[in-house]
């Protein structure tokens, strides 16, 4: 009788807390990993895969994607889990709103999230888990049963909507929102979000490290002045008319308020979503060391490491917040090469080319909001990282185990021994160039098209599952709902 369902022979490891890879093999039973080491006896496997010393990566914990905000989430569920399959992704973690987009629905959450967990149960190729938006007051009462019920540990407050929409200004807030008349989606409302996540902290002690709030820090205000400045003056276009018209400074500010919000309420696990530029980074490292009893964890894009406002191809990188200028494209990666970013994801966030742009197609201002870009997490950060001389161990936590601690995946985010099987094998000697339509996305289009990458996702294993063969997504879809802090709900 075997020991181990697969042994994964011949592969270099890499850890996030050693310098080097270690030639090793691993074993798997159950779904975990039984045992690192080299030389481990073939016969004593059921399976076994030779990974012809190609690197081995823990899976990528991408805990920034969106699902079915353009597309059915059951539709949605299945393709876009594919394209994390085929980039290494094996645990996404998406956003979720009450409101317009996503499902089309107000209403209370113990309501909307088991259509939710429904609608994309048994279609997933990769493990999945929700971040929930609390948009009206009733949601942030729910908060405790979010963590304990359903096992949705992090929260998020989308701070630029207090007078635009998803794309642009919008005129009813309300409206688009789903909220009841006479609420507003607004600093008090933030500031009631952050009482309500720190009063599950202190509810549930054992778990206060990883109950969380996330922020997309822009400033309302500011953007509209701003774009109508550019769009009276009509000079610029583009991408570079959109990163004009939500300015850096923008970010600055808002993380600013953010900040000293989390400081008022006493909330000291704060997430710092997608900082796009020189300027949010700045904000955000003074916040840190004016509130350092809060323990602030900076996030930043794939799409914002690689692309900038004239290398990004078309507009289909129009993105919230906009890709920017070179000179911040390179303050990002300063700061990440000195470990002031902890984690890397990528806002994964499907838009086809019918939806995505306007009439006339060249009105930046017309296109939809969000791109793909799972495919391309991995394989990007490594190849401009190796460039920059970024170790292998920081693409593995960046990518990997920072955001597996912070988001309460104690199984997930390191290959060794007790830990679930997912991991995936990166071919760090062949170069390729992005086509979109190579992409096991439903998005037509990429920013990053025509970008030349010199690393490339081979294979993945979700929980010892081969889901990705060879560069083919194969067999039946193997991802569950992954409820963290012991959620109740049935995986």
Same mark, same amino acid.
């Given at each position: 009788?075997?020991?181990?369902?697969?042994?994964? @022979?011949?592969?270099?490891?890499?850890?996030?807390?050693?310098?080097?890879?270690?030639?090793? !093999?691993?074993?798997?039973?159950?779904?975990?990993?039984?045992?690192?080491?080299?030389?481990?006896?073939?016969?004593?496997?059921?399976?076994?895969?030779?990974?012809?010393?190609?690197? +081995?990566?823990?899976?990528?914990?991408?805990?920034?994607?969106?699902?079915?905000?353009? /597309?059915?989430?059951?539709?949605?569920? +299945?393709?876009?889990?594919?394209?994390?399959?085929?980039?290494?992704?094996?645990?996404?973690?998406?956003?979720?709103?009450?409101?317009?987009?996503?499902?089309?629905?107000?209403?209370?959450?113990?309501?909307?999230?088991?259509?939710?967990?429904?609608?994309?149960a048994g279609r997933s190729y990769v493990d999945y888990g929700f971040h929930l938006a609390p948009m009206m007051s009733e949601h942030i009462d729910e908060i405790p049963d979010l963590v304990e019920k359903f096992g949705v540990t992090s929260f998020k407050i989308f701070m630029f909507y207090g007078s635009?929409?998803?794309?642009?200004?919008?005129?009813?807030?309300?409206?688009?929102?789903?909220?009841?008349?006479?609420?507003?989606?607004?600093?008090?409302?933030?500031?009631?979000?952050?009482?309500?996540?720190?009063?599950?902290?202190?509810?549930?002690?054992?778990?206060?490290?990883?109950?969380?709030?996330?922020?997309? #820090?822009?400033?309302?205000?500011?953007?509209?002045?701003?774009? @109508?400045?550019?769009?009276?003056?009509?000079?610029?276009?583009?991408?570079?008319?959109?990163?004009?018209?939500?300015?850096?400074?923008?970010? *600055?500010? +808002?993380?600013?308020?953010?900040?000293?919000?989390?400081?008022? &309420?006493?909330?000291?696990?704060?997430?710092?979503?997608?900082?796009?530029?020189?300027?949010? %980074?700045?904000?955000?490292?003074?916040?840190?060391?004016?509130?350092?009893?809060?323990?602030?964890?900076?996030?930043? &894009?794939?799409?914002?490491?690689?692309?900038?406002? =004239?290398?990004?191809?078309?507009?289909?990188?129009?993105? /919230?917040?906009?890709?920017?200028?070179?000179?911040?494209?390179?303050?990002?990666?300063?700061?990440?090469?000195?470990? @002031?970013? !902890?984690?890397?994801?990528?806002?994964?966030? #499907? #838009? @086809?080319?019918? %939806?995505?742009? *306007?009439?006339?197609?060249?009105?930046?201002?017309?296109?939809?909001?969000?791109?793909?870009?799972?495919?391309?997490?991995?394989?990007? %950060?490594? &190849?401009?990282?190796?460039?920059?001389?970024?170790?292998?161990?920081?693409?593995?936590?960046?990518?990997?185990?920072?955001?597996?601690?912070?988001?309460? %995946?104690?199984?997930?985010?390191?290959?060794?021994?007790?830990?679930?099987?997912?991991?995936?094998?990166?071919?760090?000697?062949?170069?390729?160039?992005?086509?979109?339509?190579?992409?096991?996305? =439903?998005?037509?289009?990429?920013?990053?098209?025509?970008?030349?990458?010199?690393?490339?996702?081979?294979?993945?294993?979700?929980?010892?599952?081969?889901?990705?063969?060879?560069?083919?997504?194969?067999?039946?879809?193997?991802?569950?709902?992954?409820?963290?802090?012991?959620?109740?709900?049935?995986?």
């Amino acid at each position: 009788m075997s020991s181990f369902d697969l042994l994964l @022979r011949n592969v270099r490891v890499v850890r996030h807390d050693r310098p080097d890879p270690e030639a090793a !093999d691993i074993a798997v039973a159950d779904g975990r990993i039984v045992r690192v080491a080299p030389g481990i006896d073939p016969e004593q496997a059921t399976t076994v895969v030779d990974g012809g010393g190609r690197l +081995a990566f823990p899976g990528v914990v991408d805990a920034h994607q969106h699902w079915g905000i353009y /597309n059915p989430l059951s539709e949605d569920t +299945a393709s876009e889990s594919r394209a994390c399959a085929q980039g290494g992704v094996t645990t996404a973690l998406t956003y979720m709103r009450t409101g317009q987009y996503y499902l089309n629905r107000g209403g209370r959450y113990e309501d909307f999230f088991p259509d939710v967990l429904a609608a994309s149960a048994g279609r997933s190729y990769v493990d999945y888990g929700f971040h929930l938006a609390p948009m009206m007051s009733e949601h942030i009462d729910e908060i405790p049963d979010l963590v304990e019920k359903f096992g949705v540990t992090s929260f998020k407050i989308f701070m630029f909507y207090g007078s635009h929409g998803l794309h642009g200004r919008s005129a009813d807030q309300n409206s688009f929102l789903m909220i009841p008349e006479g609420e507003r989606y607004d600093y008090a409302h933030f500031e009631f979000v952050m009482r309500g996540v720190q009063a599950a902290r202190e509810r549930f002690p054992e778990l206060a490290s990883e109950i969380s709030l996330s922020l997309h #820090c822009e400033t309302a205000e500011i953007m509209s002045a701003y774009t @109508r400045r550019v769009e009276q003056e009509g000079t610029l276009r583009g991408l570079e008319a959109y990163h004009a018209s939500r300015p850096p400074h923008s970010e *600055g500010l +808002a993380v600013s308020i953010a900040s000293y919000l989390a400081h008022e &309420t006493g909330l000291p696990t704060i997430n710092l979503l997608h900082l796009s530029s020189a300027k949010a %980074l700045d904000a955000a490292l003074r916040m840190a060391q004016a509130f350092p009893h809060i323990d602030f964890r900076r996030e930043v &894009t794939i799409g914002h490491l690689l692309a900038d406002i =004239t290398t990004a191809h078309g507009l289909g990188g129009k993105v /919230n917040p906009p890709l920017r200028p070179r000179e911040d494209v390179e303050a990002l990666w300063g700061h990440l090469l000195d470990g @002031r970013v !902890d984690w890397v994801v990528s806002d994964h966030a #499907c #838009c @086809r080319d019918e %939806l995505k742009f *306007g009439d006339p197609r060249d009105d930046v201002f017309l296109a939809k909001s969000g791109f793909g870009g799972a495919e391309y997490l991995l394989p990007g %950060l490594f &190849t401009e990282g190796r460039r920059r001389g970024l170790p292998l161990s920081a693409v593995a936590a960046l990518t990997a185990w920072n955001p597996a601690r912070r988001f309460g %995946l104690a199984t997930k985010g390191a290959i060794a021994e007790g830990y679930d099987a997912d991991l995936c094998l990166v071919d760090p000697d062949t170069t390729w160039t992005v086509r979109a339509e190579d992409s096991e996305s =439903t998005q037509e289009y990429t920013p990053f098209e025509g970008f030349e990458l010199t690393a490339r996702v081979t294979d993945t294993f979700v929980r010892g599952a081969h889901v990705f063969v060879d560069g083919k997504v194969t067999g039946a879809p193997q991802g569950r709902y992954v409820p963290r802090a012991g959620g109740r709900h049935a995986r």
